[in-house]
Nanobody
Framework: QVQLVESGGGLVQTGGSLRLSCAASGRTSSVYAMGWFRQAPGKEREFVAAIRWTLGGTYYTDSVKGRFTISRDNAKNTVYLQMNSLKPEDTAIYIC??????????????????WGQGTQVTVSS
């Protein structure tokens, strides 16, 4: 089992920045990739970004490319999501996920096995 705890959400104005953290504990040696998803009210869960834990490859949805950066600190078993130039449409609950399986598509939420509780990000206009 892997436990995930997110932090760093909050309220920010358009154009502002936030950094989300996701601390993993438990059998972290089994993790292949970690990702961030988001879900806004009335909308489906949406892929935001992912990182392969050992190889370090990163992936982003088009709407956040150039604004968001995913990174990891293997020693701390923590993944970060640096969010810059935030827009009102980025408002959502951001949820961290970890996957054990070696899969080509890190944007598919069904490829993840463990989920955090989520942290609210609100961007005011």
């Amino acid at each position: 089992q892997v436990q995930l705890v997110e932090s760093g959400g909050g309220l920010v104005q358009t154009g502002g920045s936030l950094r989300l953290s996701c601390a993993a504990s438990g059998r972290t040696s089994s993790v292949y990739a970690m990702g961030w998803f988001r879900q806004a009210p009335g909308k489906e869960r949406e892929f935001v970004a992912a990182i392969r834990w050992t190889l370090g490859g990163t992936y982003y949805t088009d709407s956040v490319k150039g604004r968001f950066t995913i990174s990891r600190d293997n020693a701390k078993n923590t993944v970060y999501l640096q969010m810059n130039s935030l827009k009102p449409e980025d408002t959502a609950i951001y949820i961290c996920a970890a996957g054990r399986r070696i899969v080509p598509d890190t944007s598919d939420w069904t490829n993840y096995d463990y989920w955090g509780q989520g942290t609210q990000v609100t961007v005011s206009s």
